[in-house]
């Protein structure tokens, strides 16, 4: 049931356009593997075999890490609604940091120049496999709507509150790497 491509394909575009949630996969040698949900509302197909997402501040950062360790990234889509399918997403990522000249470019070229408070950065990921699988075992859910709970708490922190929790929660990941926010 599995098909593999070299490249993204305007099906692929198509069925990413309709889903709600995607998750990123990564790891480096010697630490955890890290899994996480994201909204599809931040994620862009920028050609061929690049795409990004807006990275908000969360608890941890260990993307960011990963990708400079090592940069291996899976970034998985699955149909929660309409006829099943996963979609993977191989390849290698990079981290563009907030306040830098190509931060605020991808932000008004690919983001419609909206970056929402608590953004901390944009993972770019050069993707060199794509593979389709049935998904079959997907159960089926309702799209209900989006949660509050990040806008929330970003306004309660404030900018000067979000940039202490990232120096305090997103300068290491689990495992001791660095994420690179703060180098300069």
């Known amino acids: 049931m599995g098909k593999q491509f070299t490249a993204i394909d305007d099906r692929h575009r198509d069925f990413v356009a309709r889903q709600k949630i995607f998750f990123t996969g990564s790891a480096a040698a ?7 949900p994201r909204g599809t509302d931040a994620f862009r197909v920028l050609g061929a075999n690049t795409v990004a997402y807006r ?16 940069g291996r990234i899976t970034i998985m889509f699955c149909a929660v609604d309409g006829p099943p399918m996963i979609l993977r997403f191989y390849g290698h ?29 944009i993972v770019v990921v050069d993707v060199d496999f794509v593979h389709t699988s049935c998904g079959y075992g997907v159960p089926l859910f309702e799209h209900v ?18 940039e202490a929790y990232r120096r305090e929660k997103n300068a290491v990941s689990l495992d001791g790497l660095p994420t690179g926010m703060f180098d300069a």
């Not at 010697?30 to 899994?35: Q, S």
């Open 30 to 36: 010697g630490t955890r593997i890290n899994i996480s």
């Open 55 to 70: 990275d908000l501040t969360g608890s941890g950062n260990e993307t960011a890490a990963h990708m400079r360790a090592d």
């Open 93 to 121: 990522g990079r981290i563009v940091l907030k306040d830098t000249p190509e931060f605020d470019a991808m932000i008004a070229s690919h983001f419609d120049g909206e970056a929402p408070l608590g953004t901390r950065q």
């Open 145 to 162: 709507g989006e949660r509050a709970s990040m806008q929330n708490f970003a306004e309660a922190k404030g900018e000067e509150g979000l």
